[in-house]
């Protein structure tokens, strides 16, 4: 896949940028050849994520088909999303012994085009109050399918624990609207998000001074 310059350093800068949300900046200034550095790395890390991006989508071409899992490059890096109830019963965190084979089509990528990425696990749930299944609230629900994730991918998959996160997010960042069962439905969710790594922390440093042109 061949872009030209100036699109792929625009949608570079864009990239970067957005990571200044959660207090990571990174310094560009007209050029330094350390900017130039971090744009070249951050093309090889895009065009890594985006050959996973059509492995993935080859790999898991039925659940895609049945809408069971998307595939999006999003700012904050390759984001594969399992709708809940393809991993797990309602209001449970243990994984269906049938998603498992699906898993472990992640896994198969994760260990050999992303290998040296890491990699986040995030859990969400709609806004219905938990009731009967025994969870304090939803955070704790998300929290824990996205722990049992992490775990089948330690445990069984065999990938590296350094590179893996889990977090729970509970109701509180929906795709969409919960007003209907449909929303409700595509808001209970995983994601397995691919991150890129060539972030600096540099918090105490300047923003972005003058754009690369």
């Known amino acids: 896949m061949h872009r030209s ?7 570079c800068l864009i990239v970067l940028l957005s990571f200044s949300v959660v207090g990571c900046t990174v310094v560009i200034q007209k050029g330094r050849s350390s900017d130039i550095q971090k744009i070249s790395s951050l093309k090889r890390e895009l065009t890594t994520l985006e050959r996973a991006k059509r492995e993935l989508e080859n790999q898991l071409k039925g659940e895609i088909d049945d809408r069971e899992v998307s595939i999006e490059m999003l700012e904050k890096g390759l984001v594969i999303t399992f709708v809940s109830e393809v991993l797990f019963d309602s209001g449970k965190a243990k994984l269906r012994s049938d998603s498992l084979s699906k898993l472990s089509k992640v896994a198969g990528v994760l260990k050999t085009t992303v290998r040296n990425l890491n990699v986040g696990i995030e859990g969400h749930t709609d806004n219905v109050p938990i009731k009967h299944s025994g969870w304090k609230s939803n955070w704790e629900l998300s929290s824990a399918r996205a722990m049992s994730v992490l775990h089948d991918l330690v445990e069984k998959e065999h990938l590296n624990p350094r590179r893996l996160s889990a977090t729970g997010y509970g109701e509180f960042r929906p795709m969409v609207s919960n007003d209907t069962k449909q929303g409700q439905q595509r808001n209970r969710r995983v ?4 991150l890129p790594n060539t972030i600096k922390n540099a918090s105490s440093e300047k923003i972005i001074e003058e754009n690369l042109k």
């Open 5 to 11: 310059l100036n699109k792929f350093v625009s949608f």
């Open 191 to 194: 994601e397995i998000v691919i």
